[in-house]
């Protein structure tokens, strides 16, 4: 015999039935100097350096960066953005310190991972000693700078820093594309009623059938 209950169960499993449609894996997309400049910069050590990246399109940030020229070094790299007069401003994202062991382009992901609108960003680097990247001297590209002993906390506000115009450096970003959620499609209206009619179904039927073979008719009250 079948009970209410069997019937509820059979609805409570079509209730959590579901499919999870997964969308396109998130596409990388990298903003800067990202082919070989063909020069070799000298970097002092103990100076926050860089230069104004363009960014096109929105999307999450991941990693900096950097064709090498020299390694036996460590390095930081942090992102400003570029609220104060088109110059370094507000802190926005730091690698961690890290080594520079080999040579050509490396990527070093930040310890954050905000999303960065289009717009223009500062690309700023430190180096424990002497450092060598990809650069060009041709061009009117503007350098920004300031004395940073490495090591040292970044600055969350850049502050007034010293320029020049006229390099270019192999600094670049990697942003990552922001997926939109997965679409979850599920099965319950239609096929939670079209389990419940057949359970109905099956247990009037069933009911119907009993009565009748005790000689009651279709009519429970006519069954003592």
Known sequence: MIRPHHVFRTLIVWLGLGVVVPTASAQVTLFGNTVDLGGNSLHSPDFLLGSAINVTTSGTLSDAGIIFRSSGYQGQVALYDATSGNLPGQLLATTGTFSVSTTGPVLIPFTTSPVLNAGTYWFMAVFSANASIGFSDNGAQLVAYKS????????????????????AFNYYLQLKSIPEPATIVLEMFGVCVLAGFFGWR???GLRLLT?????????PSKCR
């Open 148 to 167: 940073l002993s490495f090591g040292s906390p970044l600055p969350a506000t850049f502050g007034t820093p010293n320029t020049y115009t006229g390099q």
């Open 202 to 204: 099956r247990m009037t």
């Open 211 to 219: 009565l009748a073979s005790a000689g009651c008719g279709s009519s």
